[in-house]
């Protein structure tokens, strides 16, 4: 194990003291970048540009060039794994992803392939490991996938959603259909970041990004049961990395999502992070909260914004500052620079000497 220079990331995930909070960001290698976006012109499309080892590496570097940050996050998309499952991923200009192959009937989901991680996505195992060496352990690398759940709801519907029509037409018409849907995408999805570990990720997190869209009961079924199986899988085959899970609109789930033994949960905007700590117990780190949309904001309200959020978390160890979720492409880098330095500049007075 090489030493990394900065762990304070790693230290609040394996609840260790610190001297600041850590701080990165959701979405950090974005389209708010303007050197991001000229790498993504010279890629021609989203799809190039993620799957080519060169140019995600430079993408997940850019931001750890130009901001103070704690960790660097792998580029890539939580639908590679889909993708890899043969359903034809694409981008459709000014419309977001879509799926050539929607997975929408029990034969559709019976076909559905097993990716080899090394075969299939190796591209994203070697941006990987293109990563780590250009690292030069700086800042620890965070991999990450989709939960089962999110991936399914993008695999079914073809494309993001605001209805959900055909994932809930499954979920409420062929359940069993659905749980096999699930089955296959969670075991892929252990394989993929098992690999992403195994080529040098030293933390992971799972994105739910449609868990929130669920009923208390459906979530449970359909969501955390599979998020709680990869937990238990990477605690098997990977025993000491740090696990993130992260369910967008989630709030009234953060002790049950606690209770999975991972090492930190994600947390949005709209729970207070003090509710949060007391539902937890402090038995996880906690990452979030901040709006977005503060960025937006002059500076004083920036500091006013970051203030309250460290605020809420109030003294201890385990907490990582983020975003409730990711950044917005019209948000000015100047003021991303001033609150991650305005979390430098105040999180010191949350931590013991």
Not at 310 to 319: K, T
Request: aromatic share 8%; charged share 20%.
């Amino acid at each position: 194990m090489h030493s990394i220079k900065n762990t304070r990331l790693l230290d609040v995930l394996n609840n260790k003291p610190v001297d600041r909070t850590p701080i990165w960001i959701m979405r950090q290698a974005g389209r708010y970048l303007p050197e991001y976006l000229e790498t993504r012109q010279r890629a021609g499309d989203f799809m190039t540009l993620a799957s080519t080892p060169d140019l995600a590496c430079e993408v997940t570097l850019q931001p750890i060039r130009r901001f103070s940050l704690d960790a660097a996050i792998l580029f890539s998309d939580i639908l590679t794994v889909p993708d890899a499952m043969g359903l034809g991923l694409y981008f459709a200009a000014g419309e977001g992803p879509r799926f050539k192959n929607p997975t929408r009937t029990p034969e559709d989901i019976k076909q559905l392939a097993t990716p080899d991680p090394e075969t299939e996505l190796r591209y994203v195992m070697d941006a990987v490991r293109l990563i780590r060496r250009e690292l030069n352990d700086s800042v620890p690398l965070i991999g990450f996938a989709g939960s089962p759940w999110t991936v399914a709801t993008y695999m079914v519907e073809g494309s993001g959603s605001k209805e959900y029509v055909h994932i809930k037409k499954l979920m409420y018409g062929d359940e069993n259909a659905l749980h096999l849907l699930l089955s296959k995408i969670a075991s892929t999805t252990i394989a993929y970041l098992r690999a992403q570990a195994d080529a040098g990720a030293q933390t992971l997190m799972v994105f739910d990004t449609w868990g929130g869209i669920l009923t208390p009961r459906a979530y449970q079924a359909f969501s955390l049961h599979y998020m709680q199986k990869i937990v238990t899988a990477l605690r098997e085959s990977h025993a000491s990395i740090p696990i993130t899970l992260f369910t967008k609109n989630g709030g009234m789930w953060l002790p049950d999502i606690a209770r999975t033994g991972c090492n930190a949960v994600g947390v949005d905007w709209t729970v207070d992070l003090r509710d949060a700590r007391a539902l937890t117990q402090d038995r996880v780190a906690l990452q979030g909260n901040l709006d977005p949309g503060v960025l937006y904001g002059s500076r004083v309200k920036i500091k006013e914004e970051v203030h309250r959020v460290l605020e809420s978390y109030g003294a201890g160890e385990r907490h990582i500052f983020n975003l409730g979720h990711g950044i917005h492409q019209y948000i000015d880098p100047d003021n991303v620079e001033f609150m991650i330095e305005t979390v430098h500049e105040l999180s010191p007075a949350f931590h013991a000497d």
